[in-house]
Nanobody, 121 residues
Framework: QVQLVESGGGLVQPGGSLRLSCAASSGSIFSIYTMAWYRQAPGKQREFVAAIWWSGGMTNYAGSVKGRFTISRANAKNTVYLQMNSLKSEDTAVYYC?????????????WGQGTQVTVSS
């Protein structure tokens, strides 16, 4: 079992920046294949934001955030970050971290509890 703990959400004005963090931990040895951020706005379905492959660092972004958001990782800390710049009101949502982690041939998806991001003046 892998636990994910997110932090860094809050209230920010349009045009501002926030950085989210998500730390993965487990009571047993595990490896990370990918980590990603999703978000869910009120009344909407959860949507993909960005992902990073742990080995090699390849990234992928949703079109709506490309050029404004940057996903990065700190391998030694098993932590993924989401730097969000030029925030817009439509970025308001609960942001969730997801990890595909495991060991040997047993990998599963794990989700964090979510952190609220509100963009408002």
């Amino acid at each position: 079992q892998v636990q994910l703990v997110e932090s860094g959400g809050g209230l920010v004005q349009p045009g501002g920046s926030l950085r989210l963090s998500c730390a993965a931990s487990s009571g047993s040895i595990f490896s990370i294949y990918t980590m990603a951020w999703y978000r869910q706005a009120p009344g909407k379905q959860r949507e993909f934001v960005a992902a990073i492959w742990w080995s090699g660092g390849m990234t992928n972004y949703a079109g709506s955030v490309k050029g404004r958001f940057t996903i990065s990782r700190a391998n030694a800390k098993n932590t993924v970050y989401l730097q969000m710049n030029s925030l817009k009101s439509e970025d308001t949502a609960v942001y969730y971290c997801k990890s595909n982690s495991g060991s040997g041939s047993n990998y599963s998806d794990y989700w964090g509890q979510g952190t609220q991001v509100t963009v408002s003046s």
